[in-house]
């Protein structure tokens, strides 16, 4: 079945650039996402992909996929303490359904 | 916002209990999805719903049923309430546009 994978935390300080990684197993994914949660609250999705794009930018965020390593990746640049927050990947599975990563741990250290 | 409300927000209950939650949407979409949120397990599928009376089973369905009797309403219903459904429940909708889902606010319950 479809995998998800991230790493667990990444800490950064205030101004630099966070870089969050996933890899994914199904290949015929027609969308990848990106979705943050903070404390208490539900996901929200900050931003998704086509499969047949290697890159988008959204003001702070540039979404990079490598689709031949089934990798995605999550760039913020300017990095601030209101994105400290789980990040989760998740993609299209298909159905109507899509399939989740464990989430990273964003900590922006002041 | 997606316009999706849960209830309850906060739930203790005890072991052997039936437990109902709910989840409400206002934008009349056809697919609806019930998700729970562990410690290392990211987001796990309980069921999903694809029209009125219309549901299927998820990848963690035991200990779960659900009933969709109006598109704005899917419920969840533990049968009997165990302490490893201790979670934080999520719902949400397929928006029909790049298959993005969208999140209520969650139910956090706690079995005793």
């Known amino acids: 079945g479809e995998d998800v994978e991230q790493s667990l935390f990444l800490s950064v300080r205030e101004g630099d650039s966070s870089v969050i990684n996933c890899t994914y197993t199904d290949s015929s994914s027609t969308y990848l996402y990106w979705y943050k949660q903070e404390p208490g609250a539900g996901l929200q999705l900050l931003t998704y992909?086509?499969?047949?794009?290697d890159m988008k930018q959204d003001q702070r965020l540039t979404v990079l996929l490598n689709k031949k390593d089934k990798h995605l990746s999550l760039r913020i640049a300017d990095t601030q303490t209101g994105d400290s927050a789980i990040y989760f990947c998740?993609?299209?599975?298909?159905?109507?359904?899509?399939?989740f990563g464990t989430g990273t741990k964003l900590q922006v250290i002041p | 916002d997606a316009g999706i409300t849960q209830s309850p927000r906060h739930k203790v209950t005890e072991t052997g209990t039936p437990v109902t939650l709910r989840c409400h949407q206002t934008e009349n979409h056809r697919y609806m999805y019930w998700y729970r949120q562990d410690p290392g397990h990211g987001l796990r599928l309980i069921h999903y719903?694809?029209?009125?009376?219309?549901?299927d089973k998820g990848e963690v369905s035991d200990g779960y049923s659900v009933s969709r009797s109006k598109t704005e309403d899917f419920l969840l219903t533990l049968e009997s309430a165990t302490s490893s459904q201790t979670s934080v429940y999520f719902c949400a909708i397929n928006s029909g546009s790049a298959d993005t889902q969208y999140f209520g606010p969650g139910t956090r319950l706690t079995v005793l």
């Open positions: 719903s694809y029209g009125v009376k219309d549901t």
């Open positions: 992909i086509f499969s047949n794009m």
């Open positions: 998740a993609e299209s599975g298909g159905y109507q359904k899509v399939t």
